[in-house]
């Protein structure tokens, strides 16, 4: 299985982005995690293979979690960004394969800095 995560960068408080996680494999479900700096890593969103979200209690009503299952793909719209926003982002997948079964992969992580 691989992940090919997309659409970091730098923006100004307020501002927008939105990441994108390409995938390989039968995929089940799809989330995004993000870590700080002397931070745990914490769940952003998460959506099941039936379209089911679950959102952070931080980015709940800015954040919206989508995927594109033809293209095995998984989106994250930011909005109304806030410093604290700043880590670096990681997409998870867990994905089924003949030879392990389901498992979870990671992401190689894509920075997001938001400037106040």
């Known amino acids: 299985v691989q992940l090919q995560a997309s659409g970091g960068g730098l923006v100004q408080a307020g501002g927008s982005l939105r990441l994108s996680c390409a995938a390989s494999g039968t995929i089940n479900d799809m989330g995004w995690y993000r870590q700080a700096p002397g931070k745990q890593r914490e769940l952003v969103a998460s959506?099941?293979?039936?379209?089911?979200?679950r959102y952070g209690d931080s980015v709940t009503g800015r954040f919206t979690i989508s995927r594109d299952n033809t293209k095995k793909t998984v989106y994250l719209q930011m909005n109304s960004l806030k410093p604290e926003d700043t880590a670096v982002y990681y997409c998870k997948v867990n994905a089924w394969t003949p030879t392990r079964g389901s498992n979870d992969y990671w992401g190689q992580g894509t920075q997001v800095t938001v400037s106040s």
């Open positions: 959506i099941s293979s039936r379209g089911s979200t």
